[in-house]
């Protein structure tokens, strides 16, 4: 969660919206389409942030770099191969 919560400050402070989700846990990242997020998860080892269905990585320890990365996937794509809110995906 605290590799989250980092994160989600390094979002914030790019200008996205971003929600921590505990549930899950991860981070859904708003994208231009209402309802529509970017889910973004810390990989099964430890050492990555992943998102859209985990072929997208970033090492933890860069996480400004993480933050970059996820903001010029979510402003290229619009989110939009990664799913939607509603439990819906493409």
Known sequence: MQLLKGLRESLCA????????????GLAVGTTTPGLFVW??????GRTFTWRRDDSK????D???????????VS?????LN????????
């Open 14 to 25: 790019l200008g996205l919206s971003v929600q921590l989700q505990h549930s899950l846990p």
């Open 40 to 45: 973004v998860f810390v990989g099964a080892s």
């Open 58 to 61: 970033h090492p933890v320890d």
């Open 83 to 90: 799913g939607s809110a509603n439990g819906h995906t493409d």
């Open 63 to 73: 996480m400004p770099g993480a933050a970059a990365q996820i903001a010029r996937f």
């Open 76 to 80: 290229a794509q619009g989110g939009q």
